[in-house]
C-alpha cells in the first residue's frame, strides 16, 4: 500500500512514476529528457538567429562550443552510439542557449545604461532646482528684511528736518541689490 501512496505523494500518475523508474533504472540523463523532443533542431534554429553581424563577437566562443558538440554528436550517431549523441545534442543545445543567455544579457546590459545615464540628468537637475530654491528663499528672506528695515528708516529720516518721509523710503527699496548673481541653467 505504501508504494500506491508514493507517486500520489509526489503527484506523478502511476504510468508517469514507472516511465521515471524505467528512465533512471537504463541510465538515461536528466538532461536528456528535458531537453525537449529535438535539441539538435532546437540548437540550429538558435545558431541560425544568434549568426547575426552585430552579436558575432559576443557569442563567438559558446557558439563554437555548440557547434564542436554538434559535430561530435553527428560522429556518435555515425558510430551508432545513439545515448551519448542524445547528450551531445542536449549539449549543444545548452551552450546555444547560453549564447543566447549572453546577447540577452548585453541588450540588457545597455538599456540599464541608458537608465542609469537618465538617473544622472534627472538627479543633476534636481540638484540644480534645489539650488534654485533654495536662492529663491534666501531673496524673499532679504526682501522680507528690507522691508521691515525699510520703515524704520523712513521714521528715523522724518524726525530728521528738512527730510522728506515719502521720497525715502521707495529710494531705499529700489536701491537694494541681491548679494548673489542668478544661476544660469
Request: with cysteine; net charge positive; aromatic share 2%.
Given at each position: 500500500?505504501?508504494?500506491?501512496?508514493l507517486p500520489a505523494a509526489f503527484g506523478l500518475a502511476p504510468a508517469h512514476a514507472c516511465a521515471l523508474v524505467i528512465a533512471a533504472l537504463f541510465?538515461?540523463?536528466?538532461?536528456?529528457?528535458?531537453?525537449?523532443?529535438?535539441?539538435?533542431?532546437?540548437?540550429?534554429?538558435?545558431?541560425?538567429?544568434?549568426?547575426?553581424?552585430?552579436?558575432?563577437?559576443?557569442?563567438?566562443?559558446?557558439?563554437?562550443?555548440?557547434?564542436?558538440?554538434?559535430?561530435?554528436?553527428?560522429?556518435?550517431?555515425?558510430?551508432?552510439?545513439?545515448?551519448?549523441?542524445?547528450?551531445?545534442?542536449?549539449?549543444?543545445?545548452?551552450?546555444?542557449?547560453?549564447?543566447?543567455?549572453?546577447?540577452?544579457?548585453?541588450?540588457?546590459?545597455?538599456?540599464?545604461?541608458?537608465?542609469?545615464?537618465?538617473?544622472?540628468?534627472?538627479?543633476?537637475?534636481?540638484?540644480?532646482?534645489?539650488?534654485?530654491?533654495?536662492?529663491?528663499?534666501?531673496?524673499?528672506?532679504?526682501?522680507?528684511?528690507?522691508?521691515?528695515?525699510?520703515?524704520?528708516?523712513?521714521?528715523?529720516?522724518?524726525?530728521?528736518?528738512?527730510?522728506?518721509?515719502?521720497?525715502?523710503?521707495?529710494?531705499?527699496?529700489?536701491?537694494?541689490?541681491?548679494?548673489?548673481?542668478?544661476?544660469?541653467?
Amino acid at each position: 500500500m505504501k508504494r500506491a501512496r508514493l507517486p500520489a505523494a509526489f503527484g506523478l500518475a502511476p504510468a508517469h512514476a514507472c516511465a521515471l523508474v524505467i528512465a533512471a533504472l537504463f541510465g538515461f540523463a536528466p538532461s536528456a529528457l528535458a531537453a525537449g523532443p529535438d535539441p539538435a533542431a532546437d540548437t540550429q534554429s538558435l545558431l541560425a538567429k544568434l549568426d547575426a553581424p552585430e552579436t558575432r563577437n559576443l557569442v563567438q566562443v559558446p557558439v563554437a562550443k555548440a557547434k564542436a558538440a554538434q559535430q561530435r554528436a553527428a560522429s556518435a550517431r555515425g558510430a551508432g552510439d545513439l545515448q551519448h549523441a542524445t547528450e551531445l545534442d542536449a549539449l549543444a543545445l545548452s551552450w546555444a542557449r547560453v549564447a543566447e543567455d549572453l546577447v540577452r544579457t548585453a541588450q540588457s546590459e545597455t538599456k540599464l545604461a541608458e537608465v542609469q545615464k537618465a538617473v544622472t540628468d534627472l538627479e543633476q537637475k534636481a540638484v540644480r532646482t534645489q539650488a534654485l530654491i533654495e536662492q529663491t528663499i534666501a531673496r524673499r528672506g532679504r526682501a522680507e528684511q528690507n522691508l521691515k528695515s525699510a520703515p524704520a528708516a523712513s521714521k528715523s529720516e522724518s524726525a530728521k528736518p528738512g527730510k522728506d518721509a515719502a521720497k525715502a523710503a521707495p529710494a531705499a527699496a529700489v536701491k537694494a541689490k541681491p548679494s548673489q548673481p542668478a544661476v544660469k541653467k
